[in-house]
């Protein structure tokens, strides 16, 4: 007798006792079902922490340099800080890992429109900044990067700016605004990306070319520098990869660019996930275990029910490592068969806990494969006992059973 004809006797044995072996693999169908669900869970509460912590808004990595004094003077406290540009921001943009850069500045002015006037918030920004950080402008356009290079004075204001200085029924786009006493066109109105705590909601806030603010105010063209990762799980080795980058094109000698270190919040993170997946799979591995035993009572019985076949099978020739492989295969059939089943209960669990709550479960292939070969595990190990004592049964003892 071959493998397959083993497995078909196992397969025939199983489904002879329908009601038995589906409540002997009840124990292993929860097991699975639960492990797989709960690693789904923890896997989709991971991905959704992570894009929450470091998401667009927050996943911004801040670049800023660094002075080191040189070994001679080690004293030295005058340094400037070396001048960025648009091509260093362009040159960042091609880095690996980087998704987006934003390079910024900062102005006030006052805004006069329509016998309105206030004070506002100027942010300098370059074309790349509308999709860095994802503003939605809702009115209008968004600044061109002709716009930076031409030192065009051109402006985009908020929707709070827009509702203060301008009528409801009053088109903005194309109006010519008085700020600090210099004529501005109003190309676009967006929404900020600011919360509701930090908006200026008396004024609103406005954008405009960075190369203009660095004009008009007398301001460095890029005062603040961001770069935004792709994968916000590798977050600190691409802020690194940047500014190792920057470091070596400015040909720096005495300082570097840095970044802030997220790899412990990184480490931290990973690690709360990993230990309470690992407490509540823990809790529902003891499932498996009961199903385990309760495999090995039923393969005992099975082995007590069919001793006269085991001793007209040993009668025919039939050795005892083919007796012990007999069982052996039923017993992994019946908890592969309920690791099988319990996947599929894993799998439409992690598609209701997806539908019905914020977590997105995912059910990786890799849990998948663990959970079948650990229902296949559990099969041989509490089907050894069964599977032996059925080898070890003498032909004539067997064949004279009742």
Request: charged content about 20%.
């Amino acid at each position: 007798m071959n493998i397959w004809d083993s497995f078909k006797i196992a397969l025939s044995s199983i489904w002879n006792h329908k009601i038995r072996s589906i409540l002997t693999m009840l124990g292993i169908i929860i097991g699975v079902a639960a492990v797989i669900t709960i690693v789904a869970i923890g896997q989709g509460t991971k991905k959704q922490m992570t894009d929450e912590l470091f998401s667009t808004d927050k996943n911004a990595i801040d670049i800023y340099y660094e002075y080191i004094p040189p070994e001679d003077d080690p004293e030295m406290m005058f340094w400037e800080e070396p001048e960025l540009t648009s091509e260093d921001v362009q040159t960042l943009s091609k880095v690996p890992g980087v998704k987006a850069v934003v390079a910024t500045n900062q102005g006030w002015g006052m805004m006069t429109h329509n016998d309105e006037q206030g004070e506002m918030q100027i942010t300098g920004v370059g074309a790349e900044f509308f999709p860095a950080r994802d503003i939605q402008v809702v009115e209008g356009r968004s600044l061109y990067a002709a716009d930076n290079d031409g030192l065009n004075r051109v402006v985009l204001i908020d929707t709070i700016a827009r509702e203060k200085f301008f009528k409801e029924s009053e088109n903005p786009i194309g109006e010519i605004i008085n700020l600090n006493d210099n004529p501005y066109k109003v190309v676009g109105v967006y929404e900020s990306p600011l919360p509701e705590q930090f908006r200026n909601k008396e004024t609103g806030e406005m954008l405009m070319p960075r190369s203009v603010i660095s004009m008009m105010f007398g301001n460095r063209e890029i005062e603040q520098l961001k770069v935004i990762a792709s994968d916000p799980e590798n977050i600190s080795e691409t802020g690194r990869r940047a500014a190792e980058t920057l470091t070596a094109v400015k040909g720096l000698e005495n300082g570097k660019y840095s970044t802030n270190d997220f790899e412990d919040y990184e480490r931290e993170l990973n690690t709360m996930i990993s230990l309470l997946t690992l407490l509540i799979g823990s809790i529902a591995g003891i499932s498996l275990l009961v199903g385990g035993i309760g495999v090995m009572n039923i393969m005992l019985v099975s082995v007590t029910e069919r001793t006269r076949e085991i001793g007209l099978r040993k009668a025919i020739g039939a050795t005892r490592r083919k007796i012990l492989l007999q069982f052996l295969i039923e017993s992994i059939t019946l908890t592969s068969l309920g690791g099988v089943i319990g996947i599929g209960l894993a799998a439409i669990g992690s598609i209701l806990v997806s539908e019905f709550s914020p977590i997105t479960a995912t059910v990786s292939p890799l849990i998948v494969l663990i959970g079948v070969s650990f229902s296949a595990i559990i099969g041989i190990i509490f089907g050894l006992l069964p599977a032996n004592k059925a080898s070890k049964l003498s032909p004539i003892e067997a064949l004279r059973y009742e």
